[in-house]
Structures are given as C-alpha cells and as structure tokens.
C-alpha cells in the first residue's frame, strides 16, 4: 500500500487528480490541500488515481488499495498467523506425545530390569543358602569323624600303644593338651 500524502507531493507536484470513476479533482491552495484530497480520495474510495499537470498531461499513477482487499490481506495474513499458530500446535502435541512413548518405553525398560535382576537376586539367594546348608553339613560330618576318631582312640586299639597314641589324637583333636600331659606319666619314672 502507498503513502498517499507522500505520493501526492511528490516533485512535480499534480495540478489536479483524475480517479478511474472519471471524477477529476483540483488541488486547492492552503496548507491542509494535501489532506482535504487525501481525504475525498478516502470518501470516493477509487481504485486507480492519475496526477496531472496544468496541461492535462499525465505525471503519475497509482492503483490504490480497496479497503476489501486491505481487509482480505489482512484476512490472509491473519490465516497465515492462525496457520502457524495451528503449526506450532502441532508440533507441541507430537513433541509431548513422542515424550510420553519416550517415558513409557524407558519406565517398560526400568520394570524389564528390575524384573531380571528380581530373578538374579533370588536365584543368587537360593545358591547362597545351598552352599550355606552343603557348608554347615560338611561341617557336622567332619566334627561328627572327629568325634568317632576320639571315641575309637580313647577306647584303645589291640597294640600295646593304641591307647596312648589314641589319647594323645585325641587330646590334640580336642585341644586338651594340659589335661594330656596330667595323665602321661614321667617319663623317668620320678615323680615331680
């Protein structure tokens, strides 16, 4: 659109205006002449507008704006505002749908993992409490040997050193060795 003040005193300066209705307008004299015709131009609302000379003789033209296409341009241009608008409603809802497939899928993965370390945990528990009860029987076997390896020692054997060599077996399975060496007898016969 056109500054119609600014094209109208424009060098050299029109004598008078021809509109495309036919009406052709002179320009007074005074100070407001530029918008006493800016103004009968508003009030006539022509579509095209020629400057003349003195002569009749054409110095420019223009073709004005209708306020029916100012008002379709401002129209198409509120359309594409209220396109871009709709654009960028858009792309926030497939942004905000593509977080939450985002944040479904990760908390599916967490439960995933959870899940299998549920199961490594409880197969690791069921290992620990086999080793644990395979631990504590071998203990009790070897401490139920031990304690028939004392008894068939202290019970004596058929040689002449069976029971003294059982004794000290046994003493030394049981950690008695004080009550061990009450019982052995000097060995030079004298008494202490």
């Not at 505002?81 to 990760?106: F, M, P, S, W």
Request: glycine residues 8%; proline residues 4%; neutral net charge.
């Amino acid at each position: 659109m056109i500054n119609l003040k600014s094209w109208l005193r424009r060098h050299p300066q029109p004598y008078k205006l021809r509109t495309d209705l036919g009406k052709v307008l002179m320009v007074g004299d005074g100070r407001s002449k530029w918008a006493d015709l800016e103004a009968t131009l508003a009030t006539l609302a022509p579509q095209s507008l020629e400057a003349l000379d003195a002569n009749d003789q054409v110095l420019r033209a223009t073709r004005l704006e209708m306020e029916d296409e100012i008002e379709q341009s401002t129209k198409s241009s509120e359309d594409r505002k209220g396109q871009r608008e709709a654009t960028y409603v858009q792309i926030a809802r497939l942004l905000n749908e593509a977080h939450d497939a985002g944040a479904k899928r990760v908390g599916e993965g967490y439960l995933n993992c959870f899940e299998k370390l549920y199961a490594l945990v409880d197969i690791l528990s069921q290992r620990l409490v086999g080793i644990e009860r395979a631990y504590q029987a071998q203990i009790d076997q070897r401490a139920s040997d031990a304690l028939a390896m004392v008894e068939a020692a202290k019970s004596g054997g058929s040689g002449p050193l069976d029971g003294l060599i059982g004794q000290m077996v046994a003493d030394a399975m049981t950690k008695q060795p004080a009550a061990a060496a009450a019982k052995t007898p000097p060995a030079n016969g004298k008494a202490k």
